[in-house]
């Protein structure tokens, strides 16, 4: 395979694992990030993001020279496009980043030149953003210049092994552009490339995380019947995922994150008469970190225990990363302040307090409180010591909204446990 010069843009979770692999694999890669921090922690080979092997991985590619970074974009065979792809407060798409990012490599782009974009992004994205600006190059589309969409659908924290062995879609806007970009992921992928166009590409993330979504609300309705009739959801779950056509997912205090919490609603605003489950899901999810916070005060207040402290653990949308983002977490902190509840929130992998509620000091956050709230099923929480927990705590109550702890373990300490979609015993 040819050695390519490539410039990736934006240089967050995604883009910065994909510019280290390509780095690593024989490729001269030039980083561009607009925030000048991440680009100074980069080039100084420290992170500002965690993943597992990331640190190894950008060292060698800083020492070796293959990786450069800057807050300016440079000339290049190909450009990556990993920039952010969020929903505004009013669930509509963002395309601030995505535009920017495409105008600000307008100016570099010469004949020849391949765009891979692998933001996820609202179906019709390529073709209505991306492409009427960087057609200012004067470059024809699909005989100068190529462009395809090869969405991104690595989890955090496997970043690397599923870079490598997930399949990719590939959508080009014709057939070369595709088979460009099937070439250059060639150089480390092992998993296979299905080639398609742009547009479908564009909808077949979103239809997966969508998928997802829709999924998970179905678990989280299943939940809160099986509470009604005491019985617990999780068991009934994994005995039901024994039929061979059947794969519930788990529920939970609500979905996060920057994908399936956010792509649904692509589909809602292309078609909002039409996107009718894919709304309710959304509703249903949004609504969980309000159940998870009336289900914690309806236990206190049976008990009797008024202006009770509870403990927050896990602030991170999902267990064993750093990342908060439309974490269901924070809501559920919110929620419990409706509940007249006093709050301490405590993340072991949220290492920079990103609210007031949270503590950094583990101690503090589980002094004089009522009850322990598992929010994440992060594996330090899985392997707590009940008994260590309960040294500065008024009450032993355990809510676990992920059922990620060993109930047996925490009711032979002394604990009433509590798990969301189970009645008590
Ligand atoms: N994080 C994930 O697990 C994941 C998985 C699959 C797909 N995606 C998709 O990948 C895309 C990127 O997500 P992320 O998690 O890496 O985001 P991120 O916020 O971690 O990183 C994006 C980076 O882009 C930079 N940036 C913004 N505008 C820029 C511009 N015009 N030029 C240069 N840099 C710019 C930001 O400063 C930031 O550092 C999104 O579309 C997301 O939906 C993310």
Redesign the pocket.
Known sequence: MMKKSICV???????LPTAVMFANYGHKVHG????EE?VDHIRHKRLH?EEAGLQERLSKAIDSEALTVSTEPVKADVYMI????PIRPDKTANFA?IQ??AQ?ITPYLEAGNLIIL???VPPRTVQDIILPEVEKSGLEIGTELFVSHSP???I?GRVFEELISNDRIIGGVNKESARMTTDLYRSFVTGEMHETDDTTAELVKVMENTYRDVNIALANELAKISQTIGVDVWEAIQLANFHPRVNIHQPGPGVGG??IAVDPWFLVELNPDLAQIIHLARQTNDGMPSYTAKMTGDILRAKGIENAKVAAYGLAFKGNIDDVRESPSLDVVTQFTKEELVVSAFDPHVTENKIEEQTQNEEEALMGASALVILTNHDEFKRMDPNRIAENMSHRIVIDTKNCIDRRRWEAAGFDVYILGASKN
Request: charged letters at 15%.
């Open positions: 843009i934006g240089l967050g979770y995604i883009g561009v990030d607009v925030n991440v993001i990993a920039v952010p792809s980043y920017s990012a600000a692998e933001s996820t991104e659908r690595v955090p920057h994908c």
